[in-house]
């Protein structure tokens, strides 16, 4: 048993990934790929004790005073174990703590001669990795034991130590859930607490939320008005102010507005009592359905309260943001060589605050990519705060990005806190940053400068402290030529550009990330996991994949809903390109290419590249884009 086993761990070493490798990787990503939480770590840790034949595997967290450990799960061989407990001290997982992997092949009771739990197992030989945070904080281990001598390849160590992220990701996932629900307390708190009544209404003005001050001044408890018609409470004139209030929004189609009854507006108290208030009417969206918060206080205590509940508000919204993608940040999955470059490059810069500018053709991971450099900076206290310029309207780009006074245009019904104030202290992700409209540009170049800006309609000037992480697919450097982005804006972006490469250019992470989206895919689309045979995978890798990473997921969801039987069939003649076509596409691409350097890349003009080529500037930039035409930064 012993030398089979033996065998298996050690066989297959042909690259870029051994098939034992390839087995061994998808039998895991087929155990953890649908689950979070703890599913996930009880997955993970039963299906790498059973692919690597080992006795037990477990995962566990650091406890507070970081002397023991606690049990995430514990897969004993047959079934998971429920007790457990860690002194550090004499357990193997304490040679971690520093940070590096613990690996002993044989006779470890010797080694910690105190460690009952291993003699009570007969443990002969174990492993165990640190998940450690980008601060170098351990959060907890990743650990396998047998009762047989254990050698482990490096490619079978490389493959566990990617599933020691994924499970690092989810307990860091665990810890950002722990804070959310330390923020929704806080949330309830204040509105508990709040010297103000606070009201929340659905669209048929049932009352949703009524805290303790609202009970005081309607002279009504909130058990009785739960799920109640607030109607009871209105006047004609504050019915009026709000019917209006709610036709404007529907006609604006924002997400969050709000407006303020500043005086003159009365309401009814449950005895029928009429009384005069100053409060603000907000407007909240989730899961399609429309919620309106009514605060009625002094407006002193308006300004601060409500400030303070909408940032609240915002923070939880960006970490739900984070908690629901967060199993997606360690989606950055190759071996090439190419793409291992940029991984160092990432841990190299995330750990300052010099501005990235990651540029790369659609569907490639920019954003996933900055994702990373956020992760693994000093700031990742706080959420990314992201703006995709190229989906805002130009008149409201300046808004997003700054903010405004209220009044400051029209429908500018109240003061709006813009993406830089709240990504003071973190980060920002400035998507498709090329769409930038010229006279924003200005503004964006002096918050890079001088950390400064003004809300639109304001004269205040606001300091804010935010690291700069951009991405675009457009070629900056013929922006500029064209007068369409500003030189000193983009000298001052370009201090470490991040280009992530078409997947044509890193063909050998394809078998990789096909085997990745079957697994994906399989249990969300309810089908069987399909192989892939020789043929088609070749097939896979030799096409040019224009759409790049997101045109591959696509393919393979596609056809594992086409194929019947155990393997993946792809629909060759709508989906790959003939070679003739390929070649076709070099030719013109190499064509293109010359004329752009004999024109010193100007595409405009009478002497441009577009005049000489007989096309439209913009047809030509289009087929540069599909051909994957871009300028490097150090190219004349």
């Known amino acids: 048993m012993e030398k089979k086993r033996n065998k298996k761990l050690m066989q297959g070493k042909d690259s870029p990934l051994s098939q034992h490798g390839s087995d061994m990787l998808r039998s895991i990503v087929e155990g953890v790929a649908s689950v979070v939480g703890e599913e996930f770590f009880r ?10 034949d080992v006795n037990c595997a477990y995962v566990a967290e650091l406890t507070e005073n970081n002397a023991r450990l606690r049990l995430l799960a514990f897969w004993g061989g047959a079934n998971f174990l429920e007790e457990f407990d860690c002194d550090l001290s004499i357990s193997p997982c304490g040679k971690v703590m520093d940070g590096e992997i613990y690996h002993c092949p044989r006779g470890i009771q010797s080694q910690f001669p105190n460690d009952k739990s291993l003699s009570n197992l007969n443990i002969e030989s174990g492993l165990v990795i640190p998940l450690a945070a980008t601060d170098g904080a351990i959060l907890g281990v990743l650990a396998v034991f047998d009762d047989k001598p254990m050698e482990i390849p490096a490619d079978d160590l490389a493959i566990i130590k990617i599933f020691a992220g994924r499970a690092k990701a989810e307990l860091e996932r665990k810890f950002a859930e722990e804070a959310h629900a330390r923020i929704d307390a806080r949330l309830n708190s204040i509105l508990a607490t709040a010297m103000d009544a606070i009201i929340t209404i659905d669209n048929n003005y049932h009352i949703l939320i009524f805290n303790q001050s609202a009970e005081s001044i309607f002279h009504c408890t909130a058990k009785d008005m739960l799920g109640n018609s607030f109607e009871r409470f209105l006047t004609p004139k504050f019915r009026r102010l709000f019917e209006q209030y709610v036709v404007s929004c529907d006609k604006k189609k924002e997400l969050v507005c709000y407006v303020w009854a500043s005086e003159g507006i009365t309401a009814c108290r449950a005895n029928g009592e009429v009384f005069p208030f100053e409060a603000t009417i907000s407007l909240a969206m989730e899961g399609g359905t429309k919620y309106y918060t009514i605060i009625l206080r002094d407006i002193g205590e308006r300004v601060r309260a409500h400030a303070e509940i909408q940032r609240l508000l915002l923070e939880r919204e960006y970490l739900q943001e984070e908690i629901n993608v967060n199993h997606n940040f ?10 291992i470059k940029i991984l160092e490059n990432v841990e190299k810069v995330a750990v300052t605050d010099t501005p990235v500018l990651i540029t790369g053709e659609t569907g490639t991971g920019k954003e996933l990519i900055a994702h990373k450099v956020h992760k693994l900076s000093r700031r990742n206290a706080r959420a990314l705060i992201k703006v995709n310029t190229a989906a805002l309207p130009v008149s409201l780009v300046e ?10 245009f029209t429908g500018a019904i109240s003061r ?17 940053i090329g769409d930038v409209p010229l006279d924003v540009q200005v503004k964006l ?43 000193d804006l983009y000298y001052r972006l370009n201090v470490f550009p991040i280009r992530v490469p078409p997947l044509r250019e890193r063909r050998d992470d394809i078998p990789m990330l096909v085997h990745y989206f079957i697994s994906k895919h399989k249990n969300r ?46 629909e060759l003649e709508e989906t790959l390109v003939k070679s003739a076509s390929a070649k076709m596409e070099d030719a013109e691409r190499n064509h293109i290419l010359k004329v752009l350097l004999e024109t010193n890349w100007v595409i405009n003009g009478p002497k441009g590249a577009a005049q000489i080529l007989d096309l439209h500037p913009n047809t030509l930039r289009n087929r540069m884009k599909k051909l994957g035409i871009v300028r490097e930064p150090n190219e004349p």
């Open 43 to 52: 997955s993970l840790v039963r299906s790498l004790s059973e692919t690597l």
């Open 330 to 339: 360690d989606e950055l999955i190759g071996q090439s060589p190419t793409f």
């Open 399 to 408: 808004s997003e990005f700054f903010g405004h006074e209220k009044g400051a």
């Open 416 to 432: 709006k806190l813009g993406r830089f104030e709240l990504a003071d202290g973190g980060s920002i992700f400035l998507d498709e």
């Open 445 to 487: 170049l002096r918050v890079l400068q001088e950390n400064e800006f003004e809300r639109v309609g304001g004269t205040e000037t606001k300091k804010v402290n935010a690291r700069l992480i951009a991405a675009t697919n457009r070629d900056l450097t013929l922006a500029v030529a064209e007068g369409e982005f500003r030189d």
């Open 525 to 570: 689309l309810g089908v069987e996991y399909k192989k892939v045979d020789d043929k088609t995978m070749e097939r896979l890798v030799q096409y040019q994949w224009p759409g790049n990473i997101r045109e591959l997921s696509n393919v393979i969801e596609r056809a594992m809903i086409i194929s019947t039987g155990g393997r993946l069939r792809i």
